[in-house]
């Protein structure tokens, strides 16, 4: 399997380079399905999302198609996903968007779907492949039909803990300092990544990508 997991999307020529080499194919080959879902909660100012799509398509991709998961019956979304050469997870909160894999039914179809596609994360979609939501900033959001609160458990693809938005403004607290507070009693690894960088991940080997700061404890 194939994954680019970022903090901010293609923000640099060299994770836009990545995702290429994953893929295979030459960017006006590519076929892009962007996943918005994770967005949708978010009660703020969009220009965020907005600049993940515009990073996307200054790539000059064969397409890029906007497939919320949420919003569509499944007869609708999975041909666009199964067309698609790599399928893009966008940024937002990260227990609604595991809560919509579930409930539409793509978790369970991911893994065959990443036999012949590249996953691409941002943020929330990043850390939704890991086993473990814990470190998310997200507010756990109630769903009737859920028993009980949401769990933490994410798609389970990797064992280590992916945070994004190192040293970000926007999260005062994604700083080494506590990040190594939270490592603490922890067994696995953490991988904390700024905007410029990335995660490129192809059958279970790990690359880190990056323009600017990261770290791996």
């Given amino acids: ?43 703020d100012d969009k220009t965020w999302l907005i600049n993940d799509l515009y990073n996307l398509k200054k790539q000059n991709f064969k397409s890029i198609d906007i497939v919320d998961i949420s919003a569509l019956p499944k007869k609708n979304w999975l041909p666009r996903l199964e067309d698609a050469d790599v399928l893009f997870f966008s940024g937002g909160n990260v227990f609604h968007l595991m809560y919509w894999l579930k409930k539409s039914g793509l978790a369970k179809i991911l893994p065959k779907l990443l036999k012949t596609k590249v996953y691409a994360g941002i943020s929330a979609g990043s850390m939704v492949t890991t086993k473990d939501l814990s470190f998310s900033s997200a507010k756990r959001l109630y769903y009737e039909d859920l028993k009980g609160k949401p769990d933490e458990k994410g798609l389970g693809f990797f064992n280590f803990y992916f945070r994004p938005h190192l040293n970000s403004p926007h999260f005062p607290k994604v700083r080494k300092k506590f990040l190594l507070e939270m490592k603490k009693g922890l067994k696995d690894s953490i991988y904390a990544l700024d905007d410029q960088s990335a995660l490129k991940i192809k059958n279970g080997k790990i690359d880190i990508i990056t323009e600017g700061k990261y770290l791996k404890i």
């Fill in 1 to 43: 399997m194939k994954f680019l997991l970022t903090s901010s999307g293609l923000t640099n020529k060299s994770i836009a380079k990545a995702l290429l080499e994953l893929v295979g194919k030459k960017a006006k080959e590519t076929i892009i399905a962007f996943i918005p879902t994770a967005a949708n909660p978010i009660q």
